[in-house]
């Protein structure tokens, strides 16, 4: 399993960015995919989740309504589409996998994941 991040970014205020995260040695079709981030001296945060099993996702509230999910299967990639930016959306922003089987109601959790990306930097600045 290998999950790659890329996108990440400067960006001022009310910008937008969109993530990439490659996979491969696993079937995204089967798998959860979480978004996390983590901001400069804080604890690593959910952000979101996709499972193409059940169509479902799920946001933060921190980001609800700004930020979409989403999943093409053909180019094994999860993405980021980030809109509204806001300084406090600065952090290094993993993507991260969970087996199949995952409940839902867990995935908010990093302890839910068991593969993690290497990370991607976004800084919004004014």
């Known amino acids: 399993v290998q999950l790659v991040e890329s996108g990440g970014g400067l960006v001022q205020p009310g910008g937008s960015l969109r993530l990439s995260c490659t996979t491969s040695?696993?079937?995204?079709?089967?798998?959860?995919v979480g978004w996390f981030r983590q901001a400069p001296g804080k604890e690593r945060d959910f952000v979101a989740f996709i499972r193409r099993s059940g169509s479902s996702t799920s946001y933060d509230e921190s980001v609800k309504g700004r930020f979409t999910i989403s999943l093409d299967s053909a180019k094994n990639t999860v993405y980021l589409q980030m809109n509204s930016l806001k300084p406090e959306d600065t952090a290094v922003y993993y993507c991260a996998t969970a087996p199949p089987g995952s409940i839902s109601s867990t995935l908010w959790r990093q302890n839910s994941y068991s593969d993690w990306g290497q990370g991607t930097l976004v800084t919004v600045y004014s």
């Open positions: 040695g696993f079937n995204l079709d089967h798998f959860a």
